[in-house]
């Protein structure tokens, strides 16, 4: 039995010095990312955070705003600065989006950019973006009345959009397009109709990876992962708080019903290769994912080379007859467990993407990089072309015409 016990205490001894080695390991790792990124920062070309898309016919003119305005949020994720979006703006510029009647605002959050900032937690980026939507309603109600909001995040960005619209709707601030125009509490501002809200590549159930050995990637991941992004990690690894983690407690009525105030809910999910956000988490899927183990014959869209066709593709055990999730291994199961079926509770348009092109060279060719590594780092980022470099206009092309057509009841007209 002493032999036994020795032996025990000393395996804790070692996993303990592995791990204390690779804490050290990844703060260095952050110190020289922290160098690089501030100098990529630095180095960023920054533009207008407040952009109008105006009809094709006539230049936007501040002092001649025409009748129904319409706020567009868009909110980035960690260590991202509001020139994530720089692409998603010039795609609506270069097809000409237009929305007739409606004139629409299109706010980049730039309070929160960065990767110091980002990693300070959920409620303090939601607390920010408010601010900042609070303050341009404020410093436009003279010239525009703005009548509804619509809200996009990518990555951390979209669960931080439901803490942002959970307080605008306390707030009197936001309401359904059946409810009676209110006046905002403490502000004075009216209402606006929650029309849209989008969320690109985002882990609505979190972070958590299920861990089964003591020494596995998954087990060093959760004790590295609070090294590197701090509140934000343990928010996303519900580890902020033992009986109620902010993410479970962002799953309660009061978010749900703010949420469900939305005309429409859409999100876009990576099937494969996303590290930072898997399948499950992406698209707060009740089952395992269903392209996985060559289940699937997988039939591609043709408005996107990128965007599956669920409808047309061929799975040999099909979704909903894949055994539910039931997170088996995980200590925060039951919390798991409830935040997918409140999620789930209220309608969405769930789309399943395959970047399965990396880059694209000088010459447009696309290079192919089938199960490598390569793959695992683009992917995430590559949904919404946060790098020019990289392959997948068609995909942000295609996500700017359903944010488009879901922020009206009008067709929207590209002018080519």
């Given at each position: 039995?002493?032999?036994?016990?020795?032996?025990?205490?000393?395996?804790?001894?070692?996993?303990?010095?592995?791990?204390?080695v690779h804490q050290d390991t990844w703060?260095?790792?952050?110190?020289?990312?922290?160098?690089?990124?501030?100098?990529?920062?630095?180095?960023?070309?920054?533009?207008?955070?407040?952009?109008?898309?105006?009809?094709?016919?006539?230049?936007?003119?501040?002092?001649?705003?025409?009748h129904g305005k319409h706020l567009l949020v868009l909110?980035?994720?960690?260590?991202?600065?509001?020139?994530?979006?720089?692409?998603?703006l010039s795609v609506m510029k270069e097809k000409r989006m237009r929305w007739p009647r409606n004139s629409v605002l299109v706010l980049r959050i730039s309070s929160n950019g960065g990767f110091i900032k980002t990693r300070k937690g959920i409620s303090a980026y939601a607390e920010s973006a408010v601010k900042e939507i609070r303050s341009l309603l404020f410093d436009l109600e003279e010239n525009h009345n703005i009548e509804s909001f619509s809200i996009c995040g990518h990555s951390m960005g979209g669960i931080v959009a439901r803490e942002v619209v959970k307080r605008l709707w306390e707030a009197?601030?936001?309401?359904?397009?059946?409810?009676?125009?209110?006046?905002?509490?403490?502000?004075?501002?009216?209402?606006?109709?929650?029309?849209m809200f989008m969320t690109i590549a985002s882990p609505h159930l979190g972070i958590r990876r299920?861990?089964?050995?003591?020494?596995?990637?998954?087990?060093?991941?959760?004790?590295?992962?609070?090294?590197?992004?701090?509140?934000?990690?343990?928010?996303?690894?519900?580890?902020?708080?033992?009986?109620?983690?902010?993410?479970?407690?962002?799953?309660?009525?009061?978010?749900?019903?703010?949420?469900?105030?939305?005309?429409?809910?859409i999100l876009f999910g990576n099937?494969?290769?996303?590290?930072?956000?898997?399948?499950?988490?992406?698209?707060?899927?009740?089952?395992?994912?269903?392209?996985?183990?060559?289940?699937?014959?997988?039939?591609?869209?043709?408005?996107?080379?990128?965007?599956?066709d669920q409808e047309k593709t061929k799975f040999k055990v099909p979704p909903e007859m894949m055994p539910p999730l039931q997170f088996s291994t995980d200590s925060h199961k039951h919390f798991l467990k409830e935040m997918t079926n409140a999620l789930n509770s209220v309608p969405w348009t769930k789309h399943h993407v395959n970047m399965r092109w990396v880059?694209?060279?000088?010459?447009?060719?696309?290079v192919r990089f089938e199960y490598s590594?390569?793959?695992?780092?683009?992917?995430?980022?590559?949904?919404?072309?946060?790098m020019s470099f990289l392959a997948g206009r068609e995909m942000l092309e295609f996500i700017v015409k359903e944010m488009a057509t879901a922020m009206v009841s009008l067709e929207v007209v590209i002018l080519e």
């Open positions: 039995n002493n032999s036994n016990n020795n032996n025990k205490q000393q395996k804790q001894q070692v996993t303990q010095t592995i791990l204390h703060e260095t790792i952050v110190f020289v990312f922290h160098i690089i990124y501030l100098f990529s920062v630095l180095n960023t070309t920054m533009s207008l955070r407040l952009t109008e898309l105006h009809s094709f016919y006539a230049e936007y003119d501040k002092e001649q705003v025409g909110l980035h994720g960690l260590n991202g600065t509001y020139a994530d979006f720089d692409n998603m009197n601030l936001l309401r359904s397009s059946n409810d009676k125009d209110t006046v905002g509490v403490e502000s004075g501002q009216r209402s606006m109709v929650a029309n299920p861990q089964v050995h003591t020494l596995s990637f998954n087990t060093l991941y959760h004790h590295a992962a609070p090294c590197v992004a701090q509140q934000t990690a343990r928010d996303f690894l519900l580890v902020d708080d033992e009986d109620n983690p902010l993410l479970y407690e962002m799953t309660k009525p009061t978010y749900i019903e703010a949420l469900g105030a939305f005309r429409k809910r099937v494969f290769y996303d590290e930072a956000v898997p399948f499950c988490t992406g698209t707060i899927s009740q089952y395992r994912n269903p392209y996985k183990d060559g289940n699937a014959a997988i039939v591609y869209s043709d408005e996107c080379p990128y965007l599956i880059c694209k060279s000088i010459v447009t060719l696309y590594l390569l793959q695992a780092f683009p992917q995430h980022i590559q949904i919404m072309q946060k």
